[in-house]
């Protein structure tokens, strides 16, 4: 062990390291670095494993640094332990530095992007579940929490997930420094208050004095030792420790110290001590192994089938094939057709209960330990984790999202159960795809793509059986499109996706009756969209109608009139979508009363036509 001095010098090494970090960029968290200094020390020294020239080991602890805005710690402890230099450190925050202003996987050390307050321990927990579930290594997941952050409700998601599953492989660091970013926190220096709603939990909980490097040694090795659950060690400290000018003191959150050098110097002047992280003994490098050929489900053309169902199928055959494969359930498997791979494949489902932050964060953590997962819930539901989808994104996360039914067809269960803005929010994610299949083995097949695809996918799927368009033999690929109807006399071109594709159909067969020729494109691929075929349809008919159930805003209509922003030539438009509120009905006259229905397509088609009519008839 090393000697309590030491690890006190290494402490105040960290926290002058963090305040020349800081003073260096001219912005940033030393105060909050400061606080937590002697807990990493401690750990880091006495009780992380971990190999930093082989970050992929598969024995690796993994450490996450919830409270994000803490990077000045974070690059101070890889700085003492040899993997960065004092150059590096002082490049924090500069263009072009991987030393961001909170951490990211752009270091190979990070497995998450943090610093959206409330993630870590949710993503800490998906890791801690693959390793005591799925890898069955003895790796811990030490998650460093601000007392800020714990007024979140995605945190006491994770604490009653990770009580509940038993992760004795979790440990959460609480630092309870009192104060946040205008003022103190909730329950200040009130640590029995953290203790007694920790503990509700069926949590193990340490209190300790936050800067006693003994006690903090002895709280990790009991956290260490304890084999039936997780344990939060709530620390007692004091933002700014070590300068009189800030400690304790309101003002200081989230500024350089306004002296560096007098406050390095109380802290007794800069240091160059090395820190010898213990190397894991067990686990090592290796590659999951790899799939066999995945055996889909087909469908006969003519047939009706729900794309849920396709899905539900088709992931339980990926699953067969690839033994990387996850699922993680928002207790509605059955709506969605998750419980397909839960019967197929108990040992790799999740359930997470009505938790979706929890769901997402888990579908984060198991992709850090290589496992493919794929989260399913109702797409509207999918909202209430829209932070952690935007993170996952910064995490450079590859995690499948599955959203069931979509838009008003879903039918009398009305809007509060309806997605209308899923394919708004999942485009506006960086790097995401998003798909939108209109018949069962589309479905399946995107299903099975998703696995093979970095970043976010999405899978929108619907409630009610439609007709089989596709054969089982047919392609799909992400970015692509179908074209359904088309001949030389097409004068308007109809796009669609999911539902609005079979109306458009039956539009298109009716005006075909009258010698109207209207092109159907069935979009499936909402993001990327298939440009190419959109532009070469617009080129030959002039004019392109777009029909979706979603709000108008950001969708599929959205997505096509996006393909012609840089053109010269832009064709003749027309969006349908749902305007108006929903309420209870059927599908039918939802999809009727909404106005994307196949009259409602028709309508638009001969409307398209007349207005280009109607100018010239009164010029003349």
Sequence with gaps: MTDRQQLKELGQQLRVDAVRAADAAGSGHPTSSMSAADLMAVLASEH???????????????????????????????????????????????????????????????????????????????????????????YRVWVLCGDSELAEGSVWEAMEYAGQSGLANLTAILDVNRLGQRGPTRHGWDLDAYRRRVEAFGWHTIEVDGHDVAEIDSAYRRARETADGPTAIIARTVKGAGVGEVADQEGAHGKPLADAGRAVAELGGRRDLRIEVARPESGGVYQRPGGSRVDLPTFAVGDKAATRDAFGRAVSAVGAARPDTVVLDGEVADSTRAKFFAEQHPDRFFEFYIAEQQMIAAAVGLQVRGWTPYAATFAAFLTRAYDFIRMAAVSRADINLVGSHAGVAIGEDGPSQMGLEDMAALRAVHNSVVLHPADANCAARLTAGMAEHDG?????????????LYGPDEGFEIGGSKVLRSSTDDRVTVVGAGVTVHEALAAADRLAEEGIGVRV???????????????????????????????????????????FADTRSMPRTMKLAVTGMPASATPAEQLREAGIDSGAVEAAVRGILRQEREPAAAGG
């Design 48 to 138: 992380l494993q971990y190999d930093f020239d082989s970050p992929e080991h598969s024995g690796n602890d993994h450490l996450i640094f919830s409270k994000g805005h803490a990077s000045p710690l974070l690059y101070s402890l890889y700085k003492a332990c040899g993997v960065i230099s004092d150059d590096e450190l002082l490049r924090y925050r500069r263009l072009g530095s991987p030393l961001e202003g909170h951490p990211t996987p752009r270091l190979p050390w990070v497995d998450v992007a943090t610093g959206s307050l409330g993630q870590g321990l949710p993503v800490g927990a998906g890791v801690a579940l693959a390793g005591a579930e799925l890898d069955r290594l003895p």
């Design 456 to 468: 976010v996918s999405y899978l929108r799927t619907m409630r009610g059986a439609t007709p089989v």
């Design 521 to 563: 494109v069935d979009a499936y691929s909402v993001k990327p969209v298939d440009a190419p075929t959109l532009r070469a349809a617009a080129a030959e008919t002039g004019r392109v109608i777009t029909v979706e159930d979603h709000w108008p805003e950001g969708g599929l209509g959205d997505a096509v009139l996006d393909v």
